[in-house]
């Protein structure tokens, strides 16, 4: 379960993060387009790090109280910056590739649903009950399931601005580099910390002994990779 909190949380980072490399040249109205998009985008994405670093600092020995707050101000947080990523889209507007208009009305549509989705988990997890601990664990596995599916929307929210020449001239941009999340993690975390639901499982167990994700979750991913 703690190991699909990471990777749905850590996919809306891939979102604007995952670009492709750089080329040499760039033409003026994309690169032009690319800064107007990754300095309005920069808040957002340092949102969405800070969100990811409370979920992955949350202490193993943390109380379901303080698993199911941090839980709920992360999913908050997220549903806020894709909002404005939606709305920095719109400002910046259509990209100056082909189909730009589609790629722009696409990529605001799929950050409004998935704010809406986040809002939903948020709800979701507000209305566990901390106080008894095998429901608290089996409440947080249907969130998890959620987040499943939430992954995929994630990821495919700006994939159209990440490829091509678009995507590389992002990649130059300041705004659109990896942030480092400013929230500070706990100055120490239990070696559990993950261990018991590293397949994503682990209803059963008791959900003060385990964080909401696993701390070894990356920031984001680099298609760069493949």
């Excluded at 909002?83 to 990209?95: F, I, Q, S, T, W």
């Excluded at 929307?153 to 400013?182: F, H, I, R, V, Y």
């Excluded at 929230?183 to 397949?199: E, F, I, R, W, Y």
């Amino acid at each position: 379960m703690n190991k699909k909190f990471a990777a749905a949380l850590s996919g809306g980072a891939v979102l604007v993060l995952a670009l492709s490399g750089c080329s040499d040249d760039e033409g003026d109205k994309v690169g032009d387009w690319a800064k107007t998009f990754c300095d309005q985008a920069k808040p957002q994405i340092q949102k969405r790090a800070d969100a990811h670093q409370i979920i992955i600092s949350t202490a193993a020995d943390s109380k379901p109280a303080e698993i199911q707050a941090a839980d709920s101000k992360a999913f908050q947080d997220i549903a806020d910056a894709d909002r404005a990523l939606a709305k920095a889209v719109e400002a910046a507007g259509a990209p100056p590739v082909e189909n730009g208009e589609k790629v722009k009305q696409d990529a605001i549509k799929e950050l409004n649903a998935t704010a809406v989705a986040y809002e939903g988990l948020k709800k979701q997890v507000d209305a566990l009950d901390p106080t008894n601990q095998q429901k608290f664990a089996d409440g947080l596995q249907g969130v998890a399931d959620g987040l499943t599916k939430i992954e995929k929307m994630d990821q495919n929210a700006l994939s159209k601005l990440e490829e091509g020449q678009l995507g590389q001239a992002m990649a130059k941009q300041p705004g659109c580099q990896k942030p480092t999340a400013s929230v500070p993690p706990k100055a120490s975390t239990s070696p559990k910390a993950g261990s018991g639901s590293s397949d994503g499982s682990g209803t059963g167990s008791d959900p003060s002994k385990k964080p909401s994700a696993k701390p070894s979750v990356k920031p984001s991913a680099s298609k760069s990779e493949e």
